[in-house]
């Protein structure tokens, strides 16, 4: 079994591939803003037959840090609470974490949208979506390339189709992608042992998707777009495929 790091855990898609994982018996590590969100996406995941022991780790002051959860069959799971909106800060939050000296891939899904036209997108609206959806994807996973390297793991990023094509209102955002798939095409080039996917879904039933509604002044229905769990069968396809062949690129459309 592996170990896995998701970004965006508590999400849709990144709440998904926690589950398949999970499913598989790989430890986990899981990461978001809230650690209350967090502890509710353990303690789900702990349910069942396969029942967890929960350790709460904590700092060199004793206050409360990560949790490992274990289970008699040794898998663990491990939450980190990370604010990538500072991704200057995330290697001193990772330092203070008991993090392996091996992993078998980094699932980038952590992801926020704010619309709006170019010429009401100032400053404040393009940072936030760069520092999220892009510069923080690329300091972790600089981060981490040790510990992806000792495994020859596996970085997924779950991108978007406006990743592939900008519309009118979604100029901050899919910059933000555009230069994600950049950031996945460089990192495949250069770390050749590594494998390396990029993801694009459609228009999936998650909460960010409430919000990109609302803010289209559109109605929600989740039955109108892509289930979060089909999209991370096809993340799992892409981890589970033969060493011998990679999965570069997947587009995943709503039907």
């Not at 789900?44 to 409360?64: C, E, F, K, Y």
């Not at 009118?168 to 933000?176: C, E, G, L, V």
């Not at 879904?201 to 803010?215: L, S």
Request: aromatic share 4%; no cysteine; glycine share 8%.
């Amino acid at each position: 079994m592996g170990t896995y790091l998701i970004t965006g855990a508590t999400g849709g898609i990144g709440k998904s591939v926690a589950e398949l994982l999970r499913d598989r018996g790989h430890d986990l590590i899981l990461t978001g803003r809230s650690p209350e969100r967090l502890g509710t996406l353990t303690r789900a995941l702990g349910s069942g037959a396969h029942a967890h022991t929960q350790v709460i780790l904590r700092d060199h002051n004793g206050a409360p840090g990560a949790v490992r959860t274990s289970t008699p069959e040794r898998a663990t799971i491990q939450t980190i609470a990370l604010d990538l909106n500072e991704p200057r800060r995330l290697e001193a939050a990772l330092a203070e974490t008991a993090m392996p000296g091996r992993l078998d891939g980094v699932i980038h899904s952590a992801g926020v949208v704010d619309l709006g036209p170019v010429a009401e997108q100032d400053a404040d609206h393009w940072i936030d979506q760069l520092m999220v959806n892009l510069v923080s994807a690329a300091e972790l996973t600089r981060i981490l390339l040790p510990a992806l390297r000792a495994a020859q793991g596996h970085v997924v990023f779950v991108n978007s189709t406006a990743g592939l094509q900008a519309n009118p209102n979604w100029s901050a955002y899919a910059a933000s992608k555009f230069g994600l798939r950049a950031l996945a095409d460089s990192l495949r080039a250069e770390e050749t042992a590594l494998q390396v996917t990029t993801v694009y879904p459609g228009r999936t039933a998650t909460e960010m998707q409430q919000k990109v509604r609302a803010q289209e002044g559109q109605p929600y229905n989740a039955s109108d777009f892509a289930d979060p769990m089909s999209v991370a069968r096809g993340v799992l396809a892409a981890l589970e495929m033969p060493r011998d062949a990679v999965v570069s690129d997947i587009t995943i459309r709503p039907s």
